[in-house]
């Protein structure tokens, strides 16, 4: 409802999930209490008119018997492995599912300028969280930037146990590390230097 309205008042241009797809079970068990209450009246007159009006253009009484069943039918709440068949299909990737905690991913169409907005109002229950990807790549880079040199290191010493293996002696290896160190001396320097 949250993102019908943001779309009825021009804030997102359109959205995309599997809200309808896949029903939560309190969303099912409004849509039964609403499909029961819709027809408590209605079933019993609904039916006499299809079959009197069946009878006059040539149905037999059980043309409509599947729809009759409808009727009758008592819907219970299913769990979520009844949906087995579309979460494991072309819905699991709106789907995060692991160690007993769900996430559903909806898709939000909008111009950057309605980002904050947008996140204000959909995380204002505490019920969700939302991202754009401008705000996604700032904070891989920030965290990149952050631990920069000690990924360096890892890489470093990852080349140097490879080129250890591969040659199978350490003289080489090392002869062969030594553009690397004066490439990392080189880019520690500068980067001493710019703090400085």
């Known amino acids: 409802t ?13 959205y995309s999930g599997i809200g309808n797809l896949l029903p939560s079970i309190s969303m099912q068990k409004n849509k039964i209490e609403r499909w029961n ?4 009246k209605r079933k019993t007159s609904t039916q006499q ?8 253009l040539g149905f037999t009484d059980n043309s409509f018997s599947s729809f009759t069943e409808l009727l009758d039918k008592d819907f219970k709440v299913e769990p979520k492995s009844y949906f087995s068949t579309l979460t494991n299909s072309f819905l699991k990737e709106y789907i995060i599912d692991k160690e007993g905690k769900a996430a559903v991913v909806t898709m939000i169409y909008s111009s950057p300028e309605n980002s904050d907005l947008i996140s ?3 995380e204002k229950n505490n019920t969700g969280f939302c991202f754009d990807t401008t705000t996604l790549t700032k904070t891989l880079l920030s965290d990149l930037t952050a631990n920069f040199n000690y990924m360096i290191w890892i890489c470093g010493f990852i080349v140097l146990l490879f080129l250890i293996i591969s040659f ?17 001396l ?7 230097l710019l703090v400085e």
Do not use: V
């Open 2 to 14: 949250e993102l019908d309205s943001l779309q009825s008042n021009g804030i997102i241009k359109s």
């Open 37 to 40: 209450q819709f027809w408590e």
């Open 49 to 56: 008119i299809i079959l009197e009006e069946g009878k006059k």
């Open 120 to 122: 204000e109002k959909l």
């Open 168 to 184: 199978g002696r350490i003289e080489i290896s090392l002869i062969s590390f030594f553009p690397m160190c004066i490439a990392l």
């Open 186 to 192: 080189y880019y520690f320097f500068l980067s001493y």
